[in-house]
Nanobody, 123 residues
């Protein structure tokens, strides 16, 4: 069992930065790959970034490549550093854990979810 709690969301002007954190509880955190997803009003949830169990592999949504960075540490935290934010990045961001060894981009492959944190980017 893994419980996930996000923090770090907020409001920022375009071009600004935010760092999201996802704190996990449970002894098996290291066996899960982690992902960040977002959902804007009226839109489907979309994959933003993923990181492997070891942290050695990552993948990103094309529109955030070069602006967002996903990372994780041994203290059961996963981060999403978001730079050069744009109004279209506005959404509720959620972290998720998957027992699959690959980095799936579909939310249906993720076993555990956090409650989400709001990110609002104004122009």
């Amino acid at each position: 069992q893994v419980q996930l709690v996000e923090s770090g969301g907020g409001s920022v002007q375009a071009g600004g930065s935010l760092r999201l954190s996802c704190a996990a509880s449970g002894r098996t955190f290291g066996t899960y790959a982690m992902g960040w997803f977002r959902q804007a009003p009226g839109k489907e949830r979309e994959f933003v970034a993923g990181i492997s169990r070891s942290g050695g592999s990552t993948n990103y949504l094309d529109s955030v490549k070069g602006r967002f960075t996903i990372s994780r540490d041994y203290a059961k935290n996963t981060y999403l550093q978001m730079n050069s934010l744009k109004p279209e990045d506005t959404a509720v961001y959620s972290c998720a854990a998957t027992s699959l060894g690959i980095l799936p981009t579909s939310p249906r492959f993720y076993n555990y979810w956090g409650q989400g944190t709001q990110v609002t980017v104004s122009s």
